[in-house]
């Protein structure tokens, strides 16, 4: 059996697996915030204008009424999850896998307090030469991207106790055959890409899980060029997926179609809200029968036996 967790953490990643059969945890990414990010708060905020009524608007603009009270009488505050805490109901106190697509804060945030809190077994994090703005990054997330850098740019391994590891797209391993991974992307190629043209998300990783006959997708932050790499060269394994974690949280940015239509995904997950501007929603909808979006939704996980039945269940209905 398989479980795979998508985790409502705002602006931002988080993704735990459980491989059952192998007895191993897996998680990709990480965003440990306590607070929604200033644009999810917004459209929560115009949601929950719209479902009530003018005087409690009005309370709310004169300041009478806060925006947390605000959504919770409309019906639409809903909590981020903590990662740390999250796998600890689960009842893991370890971490066999810990995949860092690719170093953007919102996919590195909580890093160091996983580490501290779990005993992690092997990290997965391409060499690159990025660096961040820590100007922009809070204490805590310094300390994310001071220990990130310290796997990245090791010469020695383990670090710390830590096996650091750096698959690229085709590499097959031993325990990535137990448990049915394939790495799709990156290659050496689109990590100089992604240095040559200072994007990020063009080396991010994206990884594809079968179980049961299911297949699972998982996006990363990639964008065009990396698509189309998996495209030319990954047509046959990508074809008719059960469960699309969405590139880039839904974001136009993230969306190529000549992908989503091999990919034709039963399921596709996002974290995006609803601006135009930025949403590749309705784009999904015309090849998923189902888009969820975990700001909407919560949690959502998907549980797939060895048969390929399962069931998936939503925090918010």
């Known amino acids: 059996m398989i479980k795979t967790h998508h985790l409502n953490v705002g602006h931002g990643d988080t993704i735990v697996i459980e491989f059952l059969d192998t007895n191993r945890l897996m998680i990709i990414d990480i965003n440990r915030s306590s607070e929604f990010d200033d644009d999810t708060k917004s459209e929560l905020i115009k949601e929950s204008l719209s479902r009530l009524s003018s005087s409690d608007e009005l ?14 009488k409309a019906g639409v505050k809903k909590s981020l999850t903590d990662p740390i805490q999250y796998i600890s109901d689960l009842g893991y106190s370890s971490v066999f896998r810990f995949v860092q697509t690719h170093p953007h804060a919102d996919h590195f945030t909580g890093m160091s307090e996983l580490f501290k809190q779990k005993s992690v077994y092997n990290i997965w994090c391409a060499k690159n030469n990025f660096t961040v703005d820590e100007s922009k990054l809070s204490e805590k997330q310094k300390d994310d991207w001071k220990l990130l850098k310290k796997f990245r740019d090791s010469k020695s391994n383990p670090v710390d106790g830590v096996t650091v590891i750096r698959p690229f797209a085709g590499d097959t391993r031993q325990y990535l055959n137990e448990d049915n991974i394939t790495v799709l992307s990156p290659t050496p190629e689109l990590v100089k890409l992604a240095q040559e043209k200072n994007n990020k998300n063009i080396m991010s990783y994206v990884l594809l899980i079968k179980y049961g006959g299911r297949k699972f997708i998982f996006g990363g932050d990639a964008e065009k060029e990396t698509w189309e790499y998996i495209v030319e060269n990954y047509e046959d394994e990508i074809k008719d997926v059960t469960v699309l974690d969405a590139s ?54 998907f549980e797939i036996n060895a048969d390929g039945s399962g069931t998936y269940n939503q925090q918010y209905t």
Do not use: F
Not at 59 to 72: R, T
Not at 261 to 286: C, E, F, H, W
């Open 59 to 72: 309370n709310y603009l004169l300041g009478g009424l806060s925006a947390d009270n605000l959504m919770e």
């Open 248 to 301: 880039h949280h839904g974001r136009k940015s993230g969306y190529y179609q000549p992908a989503v239509k091999l990919m034709n995904p039963t399921y596709t997950i996002v974290s995006v809200g609803k601006k135009p501007s930025t949403d590749a929603t309705n784009s999904y909808r015309q090849y998923s029968d189902h888009v969820w979006s975990t700001r909407y939704k919560g949690n959502i996980t």
